[in-house]
Every structure is written in C-alpha cells, then in structure tokens.
C-alpha cells in the first residue's frame, strides 16, 4: 500500500510569483486536507478536497484554491505569493471521516 | 472559539524516565481526538485516535487517554528513538472533518 506522496520537496519562489503543490493520496483513499505550517507551530487547516469538490475551508484568503482530480490527488496553488507563505505544507488523506494520514510535505521559501 | 493547549512545550528525559504530555481542549462538539508524531522537517505520523472519556489506547511504549477535558499522552521507560514533537489534534462540530491542532509538545530523551 503506497502511502501519501507530494511534490515537490522544497521550493523556492519570489514575492508576487505563484506555486502549485501536488499530492497523491493513499489507496483507498478519497478526502485530502491541506495544512500549512509554520515553524515552530501546529498545522492549520487551508481545505479539504472529497470527490472533486471543496469540503470546509479553513480561515485562508482565496489566492489559496486547489483542486481534486477522479484519482483522488490533489493540486494546492497559491498564487501571489507573500513572505509570510514561507511554510511546510501538509497534504492529509482518508477515508471519509477517519484518520488523516499525512504526507512529507513541500517546504516553501518565499523571497 | 476551538482550543487545543499542549503542555509543557518542551520537555527532557533521561532514557527510562517516564512521562506525560498534556492536551486539553475546548471545543463544542467532540468527535474524536488525534495525536500524531513528527520528527523535524517531516509530516505528521498518525499514533492514536480516542473517541470518548474513559478510552484508552496503547503503541508500545505510548499510552493515550482521553477525559471530558483533556487528553494524556503517557511515555513509558522513553528511549532516545521517541524524541520528537508530538501534536494532539481535534475534530469537532458538524461540517468538515478537518483537525485543529495544538503547538506540540517537544520531546528529546537524552541517553
């Protein structure tokens, strides 16, 4: 059984560039959640993906938006980037309403 | 508004000196209650989920449980493989099944 995957590992951007994250969740699998931490802190919720559509979405303004494809992966895009972007991002998946599993993580500079 | 608090936020053990972490919570609407491992610059690694007061559940030298309040994450005899940050999370009310978390709790257990 595979388990969660993102891409890529680390990134670096510029203030005002944009970013797509991706992540392949594990089998069997068809909600994603996405987090962002910062260092130091817990992960905060962006949103959650189940069945291609948005499920709840945490308090992050709307240049963070993301997609869910009929395979259940996931695309988080973030577009004009900040300083304050700087994070790890999460990608969780799971059944429904069990356990989340999480992935590496991207870790993202912002310049 | 949902609270998670871990306590304390770092902590020292000699390998064998057994501990706990402490997570209490103000949320409406418990429906379960997660605690997770993560190791620096790693995504979160899934340890236990606790559903009601009074339950407990055991991973080798972990121990969890849970009270109207708080939760215990109890570290039996801890070797200096179980130093890490360990994240207790909620999942409350109705709507999406995303997990707030706390700050963490950071565990080095000195041999």
């Known amino acids: 059984e595979t388990g969660v995957t993102q891409s890529p590992t680390h990134l670096i951007k510029t203030r005002g560039q944009q970013v797509t994250l991706r992540c392949s969740s594990q089998?069997?699998?068809?909600?994603v959640s996405w987090y962002q931490q910062a260092l130091g802190q817990g992960p905060q919720f962006i949103f959650q993906?189940?069945?291609?559509?948005?499920?709840g979405r945490g308090n992050f303004p709307p240049r963070f938006s993301g997609l869910q494809f009929p395979n259940y992966s996931s695309e988080l895009n973030v577009n004009a980037l900040e300083l304050d972007d700087s994070a790890l991002y999460l990608c969780?998946?799971?059944?429904?309403?069990?356990?989340?599993?999480f992935g590496p993580g991207t870790r993202l500079t912002v310049l | 508004e949902d609270q998670v608090t871990q306590s304390p936020e770092a902590l020292r053990l000699q390998e064998g000196e057994s501990s706990s972490l402490n997570c209490s919570y103000t949320?409406?609407?418990?429906?379960?209650l997660f605690w997770y491992r993560q190791d620096p610059g790693k995504g979160p690694e899934f340890l236990f989920t606790?559903?009601?007061a009074g339950e407990e559940k055991e991973k080798e030298r972990l121990k969890a449980t849970l009270t109207k309040k708080e939760s215990f994450l109890h570290i039996t005899a801890p070797k200096p493989e179980d130093s890490a940050t360990y994240l207790c999370?909620?999942?409350?009310?109705?709507?999406?099944?995303?997990?707030?978390f706390g700050t963490g709790t950071r565990l080095t257990v000195i041999p």
């Open positions: 949320v409406s609407g418990l429906r379960g």
């Open positions: 993906y189940y069945r291609e559509e948005e499920n």
């Open positions: 969780a998946s799971s059944r429904t309403d069990n356990e989340q599993f």
């Open positions: 089998s069997g699998h068809n909600t």
């Open positions: 606790l559903y009601s």
């Open positions: 999370a909620v999942q409350a009310g109705a709507g999406a099944n995303n997990l707030f």
